[in-house]
Nanobody
Framework: QVQLVESGGGLVQAGGSLRLSCVASGRSFRTNAMGWFRQAPGKEREFVAAIAWSGVSANYLASVEGRFTISRDNAGNTVFLRMNSLKLEDTAVYYC?????????????????WGQGTQVSVSS
C-alpha cells in the first residue's frame, strides 16, 4: 500500500521558518517527480512547488519563489519543503504528492498519490 506521510507543520510567527518532510512508502518514487500543494480554508488546492526525479530542476508558485525551497532524498524516498520568511497568506494545509511522470509538473492532474496533509499556520 502506497503512503505519503507529511510532517513538520505547525504554528509560526510571520517571518519565521518551517521545514516540511514527506516520506513515501509502499513503492519507490525515485523516477517520479514530487510536489507540494496547499489548500487554505474556502479555497481550491493550489500548486506550491515541484521537483523533477533527478532533483536538478524545480518549479515554484510565483508568490513563494525565493522563500521556499523543495528538495529530495531519493535514497530515503523523502521530499522536503523549506519555507522561509513565512507570511500570513501561507497559512494552509500542505499536501505532498507523487507525480505520474518524471518532470516537475505544476498541474494537479499530473499527481497520482497524495498525503493526508499537514497544517501550517502563520500568525502576526
Amino acid at each position: 500500500q502506497v503512503q505519503l506521510v507529511e510532517s513538520g507543520g505547525g504554528l509560526v510567527q510571520a517571518g519565521g521558518s518551517l521545514r516540511l518532510s514527506c516520506v513515501a512508502s509502499g513503492r519507490s518514487f525515485r523516477t517520479n517527480a514530487m510536489g507540494w500543494f496547499r489548500q487554505a480554508p474556502g479555497k481550491e488546492r493550489e500548486f506550491v512547488a515541484a521537483i523533477a526525479w533527478s532533483g536538478v530542476s524545480a518549479n515554484y508558485l510565483a508568490s513563494v519563489e525565493g522563500r521556499f525551497t523543495i528538495s529530495r532524498d531519493n535514497a530515503g524516498n523523502t521530499v522536503f519543503l523549506r519555507m522561509n520568511s513565512l507570511k500570513l497568506e501561507d497559512t494552509a494545509v500542505y499536501y505532498c504528492a507523487a507525480a505520474r511522470g518524471s518532470q516537475a509538473t505544476m498541474s494537479i492532474t499530473g499527481y497520482d498519490y497524495w498525503g493526508q496533509g499537514t497544517q501550517v499556520s502563520v500568525s502576526s
